[in-house]
């Protein structure tokens, strides 16, 4: 999962879209009929008592395990997600290319030197070069410290931010715990630094690191750039505080041109006529997952719960008007590279997605659904969060954002759902080597199935559109 | 901390003695002076306020890190805990040698090859020697069944047992969890195994392997032998269930000739007439550490508050009648080897030993008390124990045994005393990496101080003995 200033920025517009009924000619009311809420109330059900989503989770990360986008386990990840497809009676299965650039992580230690020597556990961040580098270590207590610092005035040294992460239910702590990521090495590179260090952007107390994709603004030459475990930077905090201290960092891992992987979809065909089977309800998650762990987590829930509901709609004596479409995405956490060439691809075809929800979020019970649905859709996304209040899930318009893989699309017009999932743990556990499958809940994942299953259903059954259209956004300014 | 079958035989043999009377002439009661009571209770107020504990733990943790025994590091704690006794005002502080083989670990991985390709983390455990090694893996549920298996049936394989450890209070878990480590590689080898792995003996579910000293019969030729982390010896389970899997292990790592350590001791002198100065309450922790985490609850902890206790008494206005002296044992994680020592060197002194406690079990509040106490001491005994009560330590006379490190002295005669810790969290983090500093609890540490105090204090000022003599104990077989 990683936080998108474009999702925020969708849903502002959406908002204002709204709020302004800047519509010209109000479309007619949308609804979902009755017999199709009876009916998903059943779906929810049987979606609670089944653990088709679990078991689809466990063999994709015991089969497959860890697979980094590029690399040879991410292609046996690509295979598993078209014959699982497949395995569960999907009608149409495909998948549709994704090339990006490789990054490769090969070794990665550290250690004090001096009178306190001792290992360092840090893992590199992803997009970090390779490289040995030694220096005295400079604390700063957050991003806007090191932002502060004069160009030239860590040369030779290692910059290294001690922030904390909040912990919280709807993962806001991330926000800026991701910011001492993505624009801490370009800030300790203006600074003069030789290397980036950084409290994990995490919530445990495990001596487990959290790696994540960073970047390096144009002109700047990338230096190694890391994060410790949370133990491992109070260990060096506590040791700065008896004097100056010498760390050698050594990281063995960079770019290596590009590889293709894919976005594999797979559909249950709609049973309405031919111009509402064409039009689609996407759910999905993302196929890749960081090295360290086996991406359960982050995603493999994700991919398995939406195949499930999807699957589980699959069995019903009738499928519903529209087509449900699941879709795994390639490369989500180095750039969102599978989101951005699904809206590349499928542009022309904004209208007929009704509506989409990407699960990226862990595994977590959803507690609150919310939508970009506008003012003539606005009872209609009542309908389904009532189906869905009997799991516990609150309505909450007006909150959250599109998923990272639909937030390309929805930035071109692209209707979002958003199922909010507990995310109280999920730091503890994200883009770490603990991000493995015995860490899934199953009670709480069928129930994932199920609040993805009925959403699913009532959006393809619904009498009108949900707002999907085609207007370009203007891309935020960043 | 190490499960010993010798401590658990030197309670048997002292309750065999207390209970069959065989003391020819019964030696005067023991008693504390009412005056010491009111001066324990003092003295537990002042420690339960201080921090001392906790800092002095801070220190050996941060300042030297992990400290494996023979490493450049462990002759670092070693200056430490001198400078630190001097430091915290100890009137007599010395070294005593150690010398044992050294271990070495270098660099370890695991890879489940094949179809299902994947990493496996795991650790090496002490002693094993280097090597890589092919195989198919072979899961046995329990020790008992690798036991059973036919000498030559796992020719060419990978053993692997895949037992749970309980969870306990106690740590009653840990003598089954152990002895698969202990006698599970010369179970593989007489199968004819090629290498042996098992679940580690933990009670966690993070990506941390557990390590901890193994050793091989006589006459086998030793294999490469390592834990796999909890979620890891899930995964390879669930891995085996889809067929059969080849694992690559690939260990750098063995014995190295010898090293000398030293046990490091400290004294604050009784302030009774020469012969009761000369008489020693003991107490104590070990300074070496596993080289995975910082040896914090393991035993730094152990360490810090024994040293703070002894400091603690030794500001009070007047010292106990009899000498404290802490003891930071060598080298207990490979084999007892400083206590082994320490029982060599003062074996002659037993009767000089008035009452021993090693704390090597964590920095979990203490609940409960016992001894060694021979009839003519238990009413002593008692009053100790009525001085623990307000702390929240209840009595519970014929109950536990030595700790380690004085489990050989405790062989030879020694009294002993145990004050219990609640390890309920302890195998979480023992002989993990995640055996650090920010796992411990500055207010049940300070609990921990207290209770010591108050125990050396008191049994420091008791009128007469608590049984220590001379009395070989034939060794156990094994």
Known sequence: MRTSLLAASVALAFAALSNAGTIAAAPRETRIPAAAIAEAAQLRETALASDLGYRITQSLTTEVGARMAGSEADARAVAWARAKFQELGFDKVWVEPVTFPKWQRRSESAQVLGPNAQALTLTALGGSPGGTVEGEVVRFADLASLEAAAAGSLAGKIAYIDTTMERARDGSGYGPGSRVRSRGPSAAIRAGASAYLMRSAGTDSHRNPHTGITRFDDGLVPVPSAALSAPDAEQLTRLLKLGPQHVRVALDCGWDGTATSHNVIGEITGSGAARSRKEVVLIGG????????????????????????????????????????????????????????????HGKDVTRHQLAAESDFGAGRIYAYSSSAPPHAQAADRQIAEALAPLGIAYAPGTGGPGPDISPFAAQGLAWARLAQDGTDYFDLHHTPDDTFDKIDPQALAQNVAAYAVFAYLAASAEGDFGSAAKPVTPPAE
């Not at 699959?314 to 809206?343: C, D, H, S, W």
């Open 286 to 345: 993302h196929l890749d997952s960081w090295d360290l762990g086996t991406g359960a987590i982050d995603d493999g829930a994700g991919v398995g719960l939406t195949m499930a509901a999807a699957a589980l709609i699959g069995q019903m004596p009738k499928a519903p008007a529209r087509t449900i479409r699941v879709v795994a995405f390639a490369n989500e956490e180095q750039g969102l590279y599978g989101g951005k060439a699904y809206a590349l691809q």
